[in-house]
């Protein structure tokens, strides 16, 4: 197995929940569990490492990231920035073909969110609304971005109390890019990432304590 194909199967653990912010990801039992040497293992880490879904310390460990309160809510706050700014610009440009690819997006979504997939569908409703602006570079830093949030969501296991209230959020979102309503798309988006900011701050607040 490649470093590749040991990289794509912990990075799909890690996004939903099976490792846990702050873990440990140890080479031994990754090499046993694939049965491999530890090469490839090293490898795949460096990949992971470098996709910013852990952190390589010195002594050759590698832990899931795990951010504080505050890279949190920075984290957040450049998300808010990134992504209305994009669908705001993406709204001005799109066609109806763009708003049939929106609805589809949003059904896989709908489908997806009660299963492990439910971070790939997220990802590719969101994604669906920002490609008319085409604007890749932007597009990377907010699906790097979403990525580390995903990560904190699943390890504190917050989606199953809160996929209701964010699918009806995607659903007025779509409603909102059909009237091309640029203003109030832009107002229901900023609104559902601050609720998920705070939703997963108080997560993390009760399972650390003060």
Partial sequence: MTA?????????E?????FKPGEELKQGQIAERFSISRIPVRDALQLL????LIDLVPNRRARVISLSAAEIREVYDLRLL??????NQSIAKMSER???SIEAALAHSTIDAGTQRWAQGDWEFHRSLYLPTGRPRQLAMIEGLRRTCRIHIAGYGILPSRTGEWLQDHEDLVKACRARSGAEAASILK?????ACRTLLAAIADKTGP
């Fill in 14 to 18: 890690i996004v939903t929940g099976a």
């Fill in 191 to 195: 609104s559902h990432i601050q609720t």
């Fill in 49 to 52: 490492a470098a996709r910013g």
């Fill in 98 to 100: 763009d708003i049939d």
């Fill in 4 to 12: 590749d194909r040991i990289a794509a199967a912990l990075e799909a």
């Fill in 82 to 87: 990134l992504e209305t700014d994009c669908l």
